[in-house]
Every structure is written in structure tokens, then in C-alpha cells.
């Protein structure tokens, strides 16, 4: 059993090498209980999204937790992010949205409010406005979707970013201003 000392969970690891081979599971415990709070089943994948990038993604296919609000889920999905770093993924994640299992309450604004999207910006908006007017969806509100999570970029980067743009700009301003002369 391994420790994760931020989270004061402890996972146990093993690999499903039966129904799906390259499938890992965690099991994850509290602590200070011992008791069992969660499952993650994953396994790495290659979506093939973006030509000349490493695709790989951590799919997840089971996200299963003992009790809901309390955190739990939240620190699984972090701990996923961790571990698809750890093996090449580079944080990017991907879920099946089900709402086969719980139907008046799906996973889908769960996701939605960890940073996952879907490849849909119409349905992002519909989440986003469920969860700014804190209701619960249902199956009847979301089919089944893919959600993905690319890893957050950095405030810095952002900063950068936006720093060039301006620049930029200044630069074609100027540009404009001597043709004009």
C-alpha cells in the first residue's frame, strides 16, 4: 500500500490484466480509518487529437467513491491527474460521462466543476449554467458524453501570453502609424 501524504489517502494498486491488460486499479484508503473511500480503474490510451504531440491520455473508466461531498472524488481526480503525469500523459485526462449508474444525479457537473469539458461548447455552457444556478442534472438533462481535461496552464504562461499579444499589437500600430507618414 502506498501513501499519498497531501491527501492522507493510501492506495492500493492492481492490474486487471484478465478483463483488460493494460487496465489499472486503485484502490483508495483513508488513513487515519483504514477504510476503503474509492476506486479508480484507468488505463493509458493515444487519442489521436493533435498531429505531431504525444497523444497519449489516462482514460478513466471507473470512478467510484464511499461517500459524495466530502472531497473524496475531488482528490481521486487529482491524484489521476498525478498519476497520467507519472507515466507520459502529461496531466490530460478523458471520462466516459455516464449517468447509467446514478440517473438523478450524474457525474457530468462533478467533471464539469474539476475542469473537464466536452468536445461540445454549446453543452460546457449548458453545464456552466447548471452549476452557476447550483442544480443537479439528471439523464434526462445530458446523454452520455466524453469529457476531457487538459491540464491547467499556468498564470504565468497566461501572462505571457497575453504580455505578446500586446506587444503585438503595439508593434502593428507602429507599423500602421509609419506607413501612414
Given at each position: 500500500m502506498k501513501i499519498d501524504s497531501e491527501s492522507k489517502f493510501a492506495y492500493k494498486y492492481t492490474v486487471n490484466k484478465i478483463m483488460h491488460p493494460a487496465q489499472n486499479i486503485f484502490d483508495i484508503y483513508d488513513i487515519n480509518t483504514s477504510k476503503k473511500v474509492g476506486t479508480l480503474v484507468c488505463h493509458k490510451t493515444e487519442l489521436p487529437l493533435r498531429p505531431n504531440c504525444n497523444n497519449s491520455v489516462l482514460a478513466i473508466d471507473f470512478l467510484e467513491v464511499s461517500s459524495k461531498n466530502k472531497g473524496i472524488g475531488t482528490k481521486i481526480l487529482k491524484f489521476a491527474e498525478e498519476y497520467?503525469?507519472?507515466?507520459?500523459?502529461?496531466?490530460?485526462?478523458?471520462?466516459?460521462?455516464?449517468?447509467?449508474?446514478?440517473?438523478?444525479?450524474?457525474?457530468?457537473?462533478?467533471?464539469?466543476?474539476?475542469?473537464?469539458?466536452?468536445?461540445?461548447?454549446?453543452?460546457?455552457?449548458?453545464?456552466?449554467?447548471?452549476?452557476?444556478?447550483?442544480?443537479?442534472?439528471?439523464?434526462?438533462?445530458?446523454?452520455?458524453?466524453?469529457?476531457?481535461?487538459?491540464?491547467?496552464?499556468?498564470?504565468?504562461?497566461?501572462?505571457?501570453?497575453k504580455i505578446v499579444k500586446i506587444i503585438e499589437r503595439i508593434k502593428q500600430s507602429f507599423s500602421m502609424t509609419a506607413c501612414k507618414l
Amino acid at each position: 500500500m502506498k501513501i499519498d501524504s497531501e491527501s492522507k489517502f493510501a492506495y492500493k494498486y492492481t492490474v486487471n490484466k484478465i478483463m483488460h491488460p493494460a487496465q489499472n486499479i486503485f484502490d483508495i484508503y483513508d488513513i487515519n480509518t483504514s477504510k476503503k473511500v474509492g476506486t479508480l480503474v484507468c488505463h493509458k490510451t493515444e487519442l489521436p487529437l493533435r498531429p505531431n504531440c504525444n497523444n497519449s491520455v489516462l482514460a478513466i473508466d471507473f470512478l467510484e467513491v464511499s461517500s459524495k461531498n466530502k472531497g473524496i472524488g475531488t482528490k481521486i481526480l487529482k491524484f489521476a491527474e498525478e498519476y497520467s503525469k507519472h507515466i507520459g500523459c502529461n496531466g490530460f485526462l478523458i471520462v466516459k460521462a455516464d449517468g447509467s449508474f446514478t440517473p438523478q444525479r450524474i457525474p457530468h457537473i462533478f467533471y464539469r466543476k474539476f475542469g473537464f469539458s466536452t468536445f461540445d461548447k454549446r453543452t460546457d455552457i449548458k453545464l456552466d449554467k447548471f452549476i452557476k444556478e447550483n442544480r443537479s442534472a439528471t439523464k434526462k438533462d445530458f446523454p452520455c458524453l466524453i469529457m476531457h481535461y487538459p491540464p491547467k496552464t499556468p498564470k504565468s504562461t497566461k501572462f505571457i501570453k497575453k504580455i505578446v499579444k500586446i506587444i503585438e499589437r503595439i508593434k502593428q500600430s507602429f507599423s500602421m502609424t509609419a506607413c501612414k507618414l
